[in-house]
């Protein structure tokens, strides 16, 4: 094992000279195998030589990794070793800090919190995934690579995520960052997030893709639900907008058309019944009570519609009202009704149930049109915690009961598509002609003014469903009724009637009217002001005050307290353009009350009805029927 000749390298190699290298064995510098193993190894190379990596010792102690390849030879007559030695420290080092970037890589990609996958970048093979994308996907990794990325897309955005695909490929995109859908293992569908770049080899032919995949299926719900809440809220400031200009579009409107038909009833008391003058007020009178219904519809769709609710078996009310619509509906259609016998019991007024039930009946015989079919109502009672969250209507409707009674109405019509569903309930919107479109919004507003709420689902050519829900009633009110004196008239019998309102031509109207059905004469004033001056004049011989509620300065509330503070018994009839829920008394004390509320605008037989019910009497038909 002793050194026989080296080269300067070898000896600059171990940091020795070359007379020192000359007075050592090989196991003096070889820092790996020991004397014994080095002699057997020494032993054992012959011509055929022999190729191994080891480690040399310096002079200075320090140890460095060689590739040495040896082979035997026999120089006369001894057998002579030669080897030739290179230093690899620098590949091994090399190598070492390869393994341990691979091994850092490895794990990073199998503790990744998001996906990361390679795939082929001509099929698109899944080629390795990492734990999170399995858990992302719900296939195991060996489902997985026996997989193509268009395999997990979802079949709408296949096409155009393959495209980008093979862009990014070709060259023609640098990477792409894109936002699609998978469908998991299980069929859910997820939103994930993909960031793809292709790794080129140095001939720039791409070996494979590598993408990071993100699950962002909560942030485009929450996206989602935040746009819906928008559209919501947009939706709810439309309605608001839209009902402040309604209701003082309702008061003007009913204060004109109210002397309009005030004048026109009295003058078909004067004209000749037969004559072509009563045939052109009647004409004009039912234009007139049109107009007036339109306004009505108008704040029912608002939700500000009066309610008089009392206890209904809402049962019975369906069934009643599709025993008198079955009559009227057209041969091709059949009518079918799933009812318990009797209840679930509601607080509603009945005439607006009707009127809820109709407009939808009506809805649905509309939908079904000339062809065979067929309208089903089923009633069922639902915890509010199963209401739907969403398309609910009123917009920002939130169930407020434990309990509502559903009533399912279903046809077989036409159905709707998507571009009008969220239009069927505003005003005027309609696909058959213009001039219609108020039956829905009606059902809504009538709906809201009783805590209710309605749904459709619909799509076009598999009919609609129509959803009302109303909540249940909880202990029966009873109330009763009102006792009342019968009298023929009051003519004579009583002091004049105090009209207060700022619109002249309507005091003008309301003094005949009073003269007609009271048979005494009527004191006008123009504001409150005025009222209180006159009132406390004559407030012995004043018996009822007709008092308007919207009037410039001193208003019809603040009048009503300062009459009230003057002579508390005075009965007060309380009148306004707007309708009664607008102008609810409830926030004020019961002193300050009126007797009764007349809603513009009013015909004698409306003022009729108000002067009884704030005298608490019952005007006898006399020759001067008001019929």
Request: charged share 25%; with cysteine; hydrophobic share 40%.
């Amino acid at each position: 094992g002793k050194v026989f000749e080296a080269n300067r390298a070898f000896s600059a190699m171990l940091g020795y000279s070359a007379e020192e290298i000359g007075c050592l064995h090989v196991w003096d510098w070889d820092a790996q195998m020991s004397r014994e193993a080095l002699e057997e190894a020494i032993r054992l190379v012959d011509s055929s030589g022999d190729h191994f990596v080891t480690r040399h010792r310096r002079k200075d102690g320090s140890t460095f990794d060689v590739e040495i390849t040896s082979t035997a030879t026999v120089r006369q007559g001894k057998k002579l070793i030669f080897c030739a030695c290179r230093d690899i420290s620098d590949r091994v080092k090399a190598e070492e800090d390869l393994r341990e970037s691979e091994s850092r890589l490895k794990a990073m990609f199998e503790m990744a919190s998001i996906g990361v996958a390679q795939a082929d970048p001509m099929t698109g093979q899944w080629l390795h995934v990492n734990q999170k994308l399995c858990e992302i996907t719900g296939y195991s990794a060996e489902e997985m690579l026996q997989l193509r990325v268009p395999e997990i897309t979802h079949p709408d955005d296949r096409e155009k995520d393959w495209e980008a695909f093979q862009d990014v490929v070709a060259g023609r995109l640098k990477s792409y960052r894109i936002e699609k859908r998978y469908i998991r293992k299980d069929g859910v569908i997820i939103w994930v997030n993909v960031n793809m770049t292709v790794i080129r080899d140095s001939m720039g032919t791409p070996t494979r893709t590598m993408a990071a995949i993100e699950d962002v299926s909560e942030r485009k719900q929450a996206e989602e639900e935040s746009r819906e809440y928008e559209q919501r809220l947009l939706q709810a400031q439309k309605a608001e907008s839209l009902g402040r200009m309604a209701m003082a579009i309702a008061h003007n409107f009913n204060n004109m058309l109210g002397v309009v038909m005030g004048n026109l009833e009295l003058a078909r008391e004067e004209a000749s019944q037969d004559s072509d003058l009563q045939v052109c007020i009647d004409e004009a009178m039912n234009a007139s009570e049109r107009a007036a219904k339109i306004s009505r519809f108008m704040l029912a769709y608002l939700g500000q519609s009066t309610v008089r609710t009392g206890l209904l078996d809402f049962a019975k009310a369906v069934r009643e009202v599709c025993v008198r619509f079955n009559d009227s509906i057209p041969a091709n259609v059949h009518l079918k009704a799933d009812l318990p016998d009797s209840g679930p019991n509601i607080q509603a007024d009945g005439p607006q149930l009707t009127l809820i039930l109709n407009n939808l009946l009506s809805n649905a015989v509309e939908a079904i049109g000339e062809e065979k079919g067929e309208i089903v109502l089923k009633l069922d009672v639902l915890p509010g915690t199963a209401l739907p969250e969403s398309k609910l209507l009123p917009f920002g409707f939130e169930p407020k009961e434990k309990e509502y009674a559903c009533l399912s109405i279903v046809d077989t019509g036409v159905g709707i598509g998507p571009e009008d569903l969220d239009s069927i309930f505003d005003p005027f919107f309609s696909t058959k002609f213009i001039g219609r479109g108020l039956g829905l919004p009606v059902v809504s507003g009538l709906l809201q003014a009783i805590g209710g709420a309605v749904s459709v689902e619909s799509q076009p050519g598999q009919g609609s469903t129509f959803r009302v829900f109303v909540p249940l009633s909880g202990q029966e009110r009873v109330s009763s009724p009102a006792e009342y004196v019968h009298v023929e008239s009051l003519a004579g019998g009583g002091g004049p009637v105090l009209v207060v309102d700022d619109e002249a031509i309507f005091r003008q109207m309301a003094k005949p009217m009073l003269k007609r059905l009271l048979g005494c004469d009527a004191v006008i004033a123009g504001d409150g002001l005025e009222a209180l001056k006159i009132f406390r004049m004559y407030k012995n011989e004043i018996c009822l005050v007709l008092l308007d509620i919207s009037m410039p300065g001193m208003d019809g509330w603040q009048t009503l307290s300062a009459l009230r503070a003057i002579r508390p018994d005075i009965p007060v009839i309380l009148s306004s353009g707007f309708d009664e829920v607008q102008v609810s008394w409830e926030d004020h004390p019961e002193h300050e009350r009126p007797n009764a509320f007349l809603p513009k605008p009013y015909g004698m037989r409306d003022l009729k009805a108000a002067l009884e019910t704030a005298l608490n009497v019952r005007f006898e038909e006399n020759g001067a029927d008001l019929a």
